[in-house]
């Protein structure tokens, strides 16, 4: 059961929110037998169950189907602990404020991981007059370019979504801006602080 539905996800789920597995089988209209054999990896819910089970765990189905259930730390909205996720199949750029389970075109999508800048991905910033200039030294190709810069501080975000053959650079709002982060359609997310 191998990030399909794990028993053992099941049994915590069920245990914290205080429930027996009767209680749990009453919910679903199964068996408190079918819920042991989830349980103890010896079967599967129905594929009809795994909505109504997400709920009556109180997680999305995603989070049952990943195995996971992700519980957000970041209570506080603190725009620095930003995360970016990227669909590699139709490039959809999405940005949380914290821990999440983010799913596009049926995959789910790992949290970008930001690396220092280096000399491929020389990430540049001017101040001209109240704004930050920023600019990647990187081709812009239909195959190989940067598709966003973003510049976050405490309390806000500011992205600019780049395209292919146009220019890398971006304008920002200097307002107390800790990280600027330039993602390469084939290398992934780079920082500087």
């Known amino acids: 059961m191998d990030k399909y539905v794990t028993g053992a996800v099941i049994r915590k789920l069920r245990?914290?929110?205080?429930?027996?597995?009767e209680e749990l089988a009453g919910t679903l209209f199964v068996s408190s037998?079918?819920?042991?054999?989830?349980?103890?990896?010896?079967?599967?819910?129905?594929?009809?169950?795994?909505?109504?089970?997400?709920?009556?765990l109180g997680i999305s189905v995603i989070e049952l189907l990943s195995g996971a259930d992700v519980q957000n730390k970041n209570r506080s909205s603190?725009?620095?602990?930003?995360?970016?996720?990227?669909?590699?199949?139709?490039?959809?750029?999405?940005?949380?404020t914290g821990e999440a389970l983010i799913s596009c075109c049926g995959i789910t999508l790992p949290p970008l991981e930001a690396e220092a800048s280096d000399?491929?991905?020389?990430?540049?910033?001017?101040?001209?007059?109240?704004?930050?200039y920023v600019t990647a030294h990187h081709p812009m190709e239909k195959d190989h370019y940067i598709s966003f810069i973003a510049?976050?501080?405490?309390?806000r975000?500011?992205?600019v979504k780049l395209?292919?053959?146009?220019?890398?650079?971006?304008?920002?709002?200097k307002d107390c801006v800790k990280k600027f982060y330039a993602y390469c359609n084939r290398h992934g997310l780079f920082q500087i602080a």
Not at 79 to 96: A, D, E, H, Q, W
Not at 151 to 155: E, F, I
Not at 163 to 173: I, M, S
Request: net charge negative; hydrophobic share 35%.
């Open 15 to 21: 245990e914290s929110k205080k429930m027996t597995q």
């Open 33 to 56: 037998k079918a819920v042991s054999k989830w349980e103890t990896g010896q079967g599967f819910p129905d594929i009809s169950l795994i909505e109504p089970l997400a709920k009556a």
């Open 78 to 96: 603190n725009m620095l602990k930003s995360r970016f996720y990227v669909c590699p199949v139709c490039g959809n750029v999405i940005r949380t």
């Open 119 to 132: 000399e491929e991905h020389h990430i540049s910033v001017e101040t001209v007059e109240d704004e930050y």
């Open 151 to 155: 510049a976050v501080s405490d309390s």
């Open 157 to 159: 975000v500011q992205f």
């Open 163 to 173: 395209y292919p053959e146009g220019n890398a650079e971006a304008r920002f709002k």
